[in-house]
Each structure stands twice: as C-alpha cells, then as structure tokens.
C-alpha cells in the first residue's frame, strides 16, 4: 500500500513531465471557396459575433484571426457597431490580426503585389492597435523561398509554415527568419467534433506524440479550422483532457507566447531554399494551371497595376488611394483558393469582375496621364498611324483624347476610324524557325538549335492535381505548314512574330474536356536544373529528368504523387534557352523536355478518383466552366539567353511605360 505522501509524490512526478502544449485558438478563413463570398460571409458573421461574445465573457483568453485583416474589414462591413470592442481586444492582446491583408498564393504573385499586401494590411492592423505579427502562411500550398526576406523588410521575424515542409522539425530558421512548422497542419477540430472526452482525449494524444516527435520541450496546437467558430465549453474541455493526458499539458494562450519559449531552438536547423515536399503534406501544384484565364488576368493587371502606379508616383501622385483600392481587388483575387482556381464557377466568375475593374482602372490612369504628359505606352488607341506600331485592330468610334475631356464628347458627329496599334520596334534578330520534314526547329547564328512540339495528355484530376493516367503516352500535334508566319497543326493554328524573340499567339475553340495541353521544347541534353522567377528574382530548382509520376501514382490513402511540375511566374529557362510568358504559369521537365502547360480542363473542384492524389483534397463540387471550353489563348515569346539576362527579355514583353 502506498503511502499518503508517495501518492501525491507520484502525482507531481507525473505533473513535471508533461510537456507544455500552447494551444491557441483560430479559424481559417477562405473569403471564397466552394460557397461564395456573401454565403461565406454570412457564416463570418455568426463564428465571429460568437468569438467577441467569449471574449467579452472571459471564457477565452485570446483568439488569433489567421494572419490577415480582410476577414475582420468583411465583418466590420456589416457589424460597424462592432469596431469599439474589436479594438479594445486588440489593445489588450487578446485579437491578434494582419500583418497581411489576405493570404495570397507565395508562387502566382508576384514581389511588388506581396509588398502591397503587407504594406496595406500592417496601415491596418496598427490603425486597429495591433502591435505583434506573424508571417502566417498556415495553408498556402507550398513557400516561396523569397517570402522571409519580404517580411524581414518590413520588420516581422516570424514565420508559420505548414505545407511543403517534409521531414523539418518544429522549429527552424526559413532563409534567416524564426519558422515554426505546424507538424499536424493548421486543421485541428476535435474539440467541436461529436466525440466523448475520452476520445478526444485520445485522438490528442496520438496527434501530440507526432508533434512531439520534432519538437523540444514545448509542443504548439492550432484548435480551429476553416470557417470554424470556437466551442463555448472550449476551456472547460481543454480541463478535462488534461486530466486524462499523462504527458501533456495544454494552455490556451497564443502563437507569441510559443516563439518566446523557444527562441533557442530556431538556430539549431536551417532551410535556405524554397518549402515544395509533398512527402508529409498535400501542395496541390495542379492549381498553378487549373482556370489558366485567371492566371493571364492576374498577370496583366499586375504589370497594369505597377505600371500605373509608378506613373502616377512619376507624375505627382494623385491617384493614390484609387490605386490602393485596385490593389485590394487584385489582393482578394490572389487569395489562394481565388487565383489557384480551385473554387465554384460562381466565385471565379466574380474574380473575372474585379480584374476588369482593375483593368478598367488602370487604362483610365495611364491614358489620363499619357494625354496630360505626352508619352508613349506598348498599345495605344489613335486615329491616325504611328511609327513603329503595327495595326491589331480597328473600330469606328472617337479617340481618347476627346472621350477624356467631357467638354469635348461628340454626340451626334466627329466619329471616325480608330486603330488600335502595338508597339514593335525595328529589331534585328539571329532566330530562326523554320518547319522541315513535319518538324518545328528553332536555331540561331551561334548553332543553337531546338525542336518545338504541341503536345496533349489526358487529365482524370481536378482543380488541385493534374490526373495521369498511367498508360496514357498522349498525342502530339501533326505540323502541316509554315506560311505567313502562321503555323497550322491538327491542334490550332499558331500566329509567330519575330523580334528580339520570337512570339507565338495561340487561339483556338476548345472541344475537350479532361486534357493538359503543353508546348514541349526538347533540348540537346537530360534537363536536370532550370532558372525561373519567383517574386521578380530567379531562382534554381534541380530535376531527375528520368522520373515518371506515372510510375509512382499512390496506391495507399494520404499520398500525393511527386511531380516534375513546378510553378512559374513569366519565365522559366534551361541550358541557355528561356521562355516569358503572359500568364502560363506551370511547367515540367521530361528527359531532354521543357514543357509549358497552355491549358488544363478539369471539371470537379476536387475529384475523389484521382489518380494522383489517394485522398480528397475538398469537396467534390462540379465546375463545369474549369474545363475552359469554346475560345482560348496562349501568348509565350522564346529566345536563346542565361538566365541571368531574363530581365532584358521580360521588359520586352512587359515594358516599362512613360
């Protein structure tokens, strides 16, 4: 029989070694998915009345509103009596918000549009009183290897991470910045689901064993998930587990606390490249060419964007706050479920409207300017020809210069030819395409020399995930003819015009549903590394070009297959040849090949059958539009340069203006 005082000794063993668990309380919140803006929102505002009614009652200590401010301007849209107490919480460190204002997809946009997500979401978050930041990036589907460097920039030296991590422990130094790894993901909901004390507790434990696995002596548990509202009883359950976990202890608090605790674990691993494993966790790389008309939008309103900004920063700076507004449109486009194209038809259909307003804003700006301050921009509207531009278009109508002057409209008369012209400048060029033997062979004056094919495959995925089908050795366009700089194929015709690269224009009327539709450039040698930009800089990324995903699709649950597709933003280039595109933003690499997807038609938001992922990745919501039927167009321009020269090529696609 054991003593009165060898109990209690017992007892306090058992207290000193558990481990402390900071739990902190979250939800995750998609403005759009698969329900719409308003339908979510309406959801917002019953989770988040919910979450300041604990607050205000003492029954939670703290609630963190998932890196970003968009979220809470949504609800304060519609509870404006709300804002008194949202900014006393946050005050008192009891509502942590921002420091971006939406939580945007790393790789599809671009350094100058990540900077505006800070800049404007951390005006607002201290405007609310909030002092303390994160770099929270909980379910972006992987990391750019440029992102800590950004934050750093703007003072924040802290970072959470989930997806793309592999076999990296807790903590860690991401590129210089302190990183914590949320082991077991962002997704913890047990305590709202239908379960006993008892199996919650349970279900706890074997999820903690895992994070404990690559963590110290302090353990970090997200409770919350997307859309989800906090439990009333959450602190009278976390009490209750306690009681029935043996090596766990868990304290609600917040994701601060935790990095104060350990600040001297960071140093002890480093990860200096960018976050794109997909052995522990699901990064979805289909995204990055599911919905390619969001991807061709996003990019012409971010050069539109930055172009009329730095006009009118040039100019004396009178459109500021009409700039900042397009770019919160253009920011909640690029929010990860927007831009990545794996929502309803219905949320991608208001995606398309704000980036026409974004566009309709930006034409406004710089033709205002470019009327006022006589400067030239690549595609301009005028009555009469201009030197160096070549005709795209006409119309009967008026020109610009009268529509911009309201004293000036014609009514009734003044209407007359008007040309819509682009900018070419008179360019010598060493390139050669020529089309021999059914072939499509590009060279230059120096003996470099490639082969150019269209190819296609069939696709049995979804939004998230290309679907391979394991015998499927696809179809590869016949080559007919090369006259008048159009090339005709059995799949389109291809328009080509020459400069200091050669530019290829392809429109056609999709038939096929479930097909990825490529450019392949097959190179002299095995592509084992190529150069692409991430954020406005070029970085590296190294290839087996002999691996098969076909040969590897999974046969257990919870697998996503490894690919040799990586994502892009305008260029990607391999052994001295490079490609800029206008919105193609995903490639692969096949033995000797380059490929540059022109196409992806998918059907379902998330198809449980496929056959490159063992495990839904959402809900298997059809959306007929992702299959991209009736007219598309793929704009990619090619030359022979390094990679260290690929701003020279950029600017001639995307140049600079005034």
Known sequence: MLTLCEKIKNMLQIVIMKKTVIAYLHTHWDREWYREFEVFRLRLLRVFDNVLNLLETNKIPSFYFDGQVSALLDYLEIRPEKEKIVRKFIKEKRLFIGPCYTLVDEFLTDKTTFEK???IGLKISTDFGCTDFIGYLADTFGHSQNIPKIFQKFGIDKCVVWRGCGD????????GIDTVNLIRGYFMDIFSAPMTIEQKSEWLKDNLDKIAEKSGDYLLLPIGADHLGVEPDIAEQIEQVNTLLNDY??????PFEYFKL????FSQYEWNNELRDNSKTFILQGSYSARTKLKQYNTKCTYLLEQANKLQQKYGSEYNSVIEYAYKLLLKNQAHDGICGCSTDLVHRENITRYEKIIQITNTIIEELRLKHKFKTPIMQSKELIPEYKIISKHFGVENSLLYNTQKIPVTEDFTDIYTLK???ATKTDLKLEVRNGQIFLSNNNGKRIQIEFVRFKDEGDTYNFGAVENDFGETAEIYSFKNNIIKTSFFDVQVEFGKTINFKIEWENKLKNHLWQVKFNMKSPITETY????NTVIKREFNPDYDMRKNLPKERGIEVKTNFAPMQRYVGTQGFGVVTQGLTEYEIKGKSLLVT????????SNPNNPS????AGPPIEVPEAQQLGYNCAEFSVAFFEEENYQEYIETIFPEMG
């Open 117 to 119: 997500n800070l800049e």
């Open 168 to 175: 990296i422990p807790s903590e860690f130094k991401f590129n």
């Open 249 to 254: 202890e868990i304290k609600l608090s917040n």
């Open 262 to 265: 350990v600040k001297n674990n």
């Open 423 to 425: 900018y070419f400048p």
């Open 532 to 535: 692409s930009e991430d954020m």
């Open 598 to 605: 022109l196409l992806r038609s998918v059907g379902v938001i």
């Open 613 to 616: 992922r063992s495990t839904p």
